[in-house]
């Protein structure tokens, strides 16, 4: 099955604001000592293999913002994930502030979240669970923690 890759936001812009589950992720740097270390400046920090609604297959995305990056590596090399748990991401352009959106080429565009299992599904199919309303689908699709730019809204 072909898979779509995304590296540049015009392609990245195709699920924008759409949570998707994380699936795997593959660092291509490394952060030690609170910095990261990159093989190059031209390479992506790290791909992550996606789970979308919008589209049927897995999507490759890679992660070129150094950002985006940490927050990806804080929820899986340092906080790590448990067995029920899920990562979620929203890539978003259309979410940053006001003040951002002028200089978006240079902005984080990845909000990371953890959540307890089955939170995906229930973000991106609003009609699934029907049995779960008000509070407690509130707190069944809540963050447990999250990784939010201050550049989004």
Not at 72 to 80: D, N, P
Not at 89 to 98: A, M, R, T
Not at 106 to 112: G, K, S
Not at 115 to 121: L, R, V, Y
Request: some cysteine; proline content about 7%; glycine content about 4%.
């Amino acid at each position: 099955m072909e898979r779509t890759t995304l590296k540049k936001d015009s392609e990245w812009s195709f699920i924008d604001s759409e949570p998707c589950k994380v699936i795997n992720f593959t660092p291509l740097a490394s952060i030690e000592n609170g910095k990261v270390t990159a093989p190059n400046k031209t390479e992506p920090y790290a791909s992550v293999i996606l789970e979308c609604k919008k589209l049927p297959q897995h999507i490759e995305g890679f992660v070129c913002h150094k950002m985006d990056f940490q927050h990806l590596w804080s929820a899986f090399k340092e906080r790590g994930v448990q067995k029920d748990e899920e990562v979620i991401i929203f890539y978003s352009k259309k979410q940053l502030k006001n003040y951002a959106k002028v200089l978006s080429i240079f902005m984080p565009r990845l909000w990371v979240m953890i959540c307890k299992e089955g939170a995906f599904e229930l973000m991106s199919t609003p009609n699934s669970r029907p049995d779960l309303q008000g509070e407690a689908r509130f707190l069944a699709e809540k963050p447990l923690i999250e990784w939010k730019p201050e550049v989004m809204k």
